[in-house]
């Protein structure tokens, strides 16, 4: 725990708030990319130490809140056939489609497991020889060369029963899309600290410039955030529009090389959908020709799939910075863990997960605003 407590000391903390206090002139809206920020910031209570001037809103930055309907109800579909094993992360079993979720398809006898990495998949595929196992591929840049790896260990091993459902997202086209939308309110962003260790923070850069946005690198940790936030509104104030990296321990420039010229080679460009916000141009991969095989899309006939998203949910405002949780006269009532109207309420990266889990008490019902 030693070096988890150093950043997380009391008094840095206090006096890194008061710096950001001493620095701000005018108000700032600042967009966290990644969930796992969004939670750190909630957990903590970053927020509330920030002058007024400083408005924290939350990102698309969370894989299991991004997946389409259209693709849970696909996986659904592939787990109610009898022949398939469909593997998938925890956080997707509660995830609700149009009508039921992947939990409720195991209680009436659907093979659904759930596994720690898409290798385990392969191993499930080999130990089951007689029968197709899908493996359902979300995530964002962080989680995509561990897919890429099972695909292409499966091809390695010429194992004909694997193949993956394939959702997998690109955090800049999504940048481009909030910061493009004309009702747009985000003046600057903490940048994906996990995608950019794989992508680098090169990427970001054309941004910047395109859209006039100081972008920081963060990490996720207490002290992580409120340098990173610091180094935003410095930049903001001085009307600079760079991207920085405050979390140089672990993102390099150019990224990991051997993990994006693994994507390079099992992956292409693909436009996709988004839970909530839609379609986005060039923002999604799919398995590149020599891994065709391996696409369940192509390999299951799942062309009937038509899917329906909540008309109650706002999750596609939350995650454009455009409502935060509490906003939603839904919160806590209606929407709960238990009975979650949308992704953002039961993954362990959602903004409502993380405002449900550590402020309860900020349901509409109960206070009538959002802090």
């Known amino acids: 725990m ?11 903390i206090l006096r890194l708030a008061e710096a950001i206090r001493r620095t701000v002139t005018r108000p700032h809206a600042i967009m966290e990319i990644c969930g796992g920020q969004t939670h750190a910031i909630v957990r903590f209570g970053l927020d509330q130490l920030l002058p007024d001037e400083v408005t924290l809103v939350h990102g698309p930055g969370c894989p299991v809140c991004v997946t389409p309907v ?22 997707m079993m509660r995830v609700p489609g149009s009508e039921h979720d992947l939990l409720g398809i195991k ?12 290798l ?47 959702s997998l997202v690109l955090v800049p ?18 940048g994906p600290g996990h995608v950019c260790t794989i992508m680098g923070s090169e990427e970001y850069e054309p941004i910047a410039r395109k859209y006039r946005v100081p972008i920081v690198i963060s990490g996720f940790e207490p002290l992580d955030l409120l340098l990173g936030i610091h180094m935003c509104v410095k930049q903001l104030e001085a009307g600079r529009c760079d991207v920085e990296n405050q979390y140089a321990r672990s993102v390099a420039r150019a990224g990991n090389a051997a993990a994006r010229a693994l994507l390079q080679e099992v992956f292409e460009i693909s436009p996709q959908q988004w839970r909530g916000l839609g379609p986005i141009p060039a923002s999604g991969m799919r398995l590149s020709e020599a891994y065709r095989d391996f696409d369940a899309e192509g390999r299951f006939e799942l062309a009937g799939v038509v899917a329906r998203e909540s008309e ?20 806590g009532t209606r929407c709960t863990p238990d009975r979650p109207l949308g992704a953002p309420m039961v993954s362990s990266e959602g903004a409502c997960s993380a405002y449900h889990r550590y402020r309860p008490a900020l349901a509409p019902a109960q206070t009538g605003e959002c802090a």
């Open 2 to 12: 030693k070096y988890m407590d150093e950043y997380r000391d009391r008094d840095a």
């Open 173 to 190: 086209p999504a940048m481009e899309a909030i910061l493009s939308a004309e009702r747009c309110a985000v003046n600057g962003f903490l």
């Open 120 to 166: 385990d998949a392969v191993k499930v595929a080999e130990e089951n020889p007689g029968r197709q196992v899908v493996f359902f591929g979300i995530g964002f840049e962080t989680t995509a060369p561990a897919n890429a790896l099972a695909v292409k260990t499966a091809a390695a091993r010429q194992l004909r029963n694997f193949s993956m459902l394939v």
């Open 312 to 331: 109650e949910c706002i999750s596609g405002e939350i995650l454009q910075g455009l409502k935060k949780p509490c906003d939603c006269p839904a919160f």
């Open 107 to 118: 209680a009436r006898g659907g093979d659904v497991r759930f596994v720690y990495s898409p």
């Open 70 to 91: 259209e693709m849970i109800d696909k996986a659904i579909a592939l787990a109610a056939m009898p022949d398939v094993i469909l593997c998938t992360f925890g956080d």
